[in-house]
């Protein structure tokens, strides 16, 4: 797995591919935290054309926020799918969660924390 990573300053856009469910889970925990302990501290996960995640997705995000909290670092959604949405908000996630619908906006504030 590959995650596609673009800068905006400081900031890393990191782009999810379309599932995110029990069989690439770890892999796609381990490929965050590499990315984390390489120094991106800003996340921003771009689940635009994440149509797929299940409980172990879900607590992929949880723990990538949580690993980051604890190293001083900052994440963010940018435009949840409505299937991922309906996810996060029937596990009552989504007050851990900042989620933007706008990447220049997600940016700026990121930018700002």
């Known amino acids: 797995m590959c995650l596609l990573v673009s800068q905006h300053n400081k900031i890393s856009v990191v782009l999810l591919s379309e599932q995110l469910v029990t069989s690439n889970a770890k892999e796609i925990n381990l490929a ?23 409980l172990r997705g879900l607590s992929v995000l ?3 926020h949580h690993y980051l909290a604890k190293v001083g670092g900052k994440m963010a959604l940018l435009t949840p ?17 900042e989620i ?14």
């Open 32 to 54: 965050l935290k590499k990315l984390i302990k390489a120094g991106h501290q800003k996340l921003i996960l771009d689940l635009s054309i994440l149509t797929d995640i299940d």
């Open 62 to 64: 949880v723990t990538t």
């Open 81 to 97: 799918t409505c299937h991922v949405q309906i996810l996060i908000d029937l596990t009552q996630q989504q007050q851990l969660f």
């Open 100 to 113: 933007y619908q706008d990447k220049t906006n997600a940016v700026i504030r990121m930018q700002e924390a």
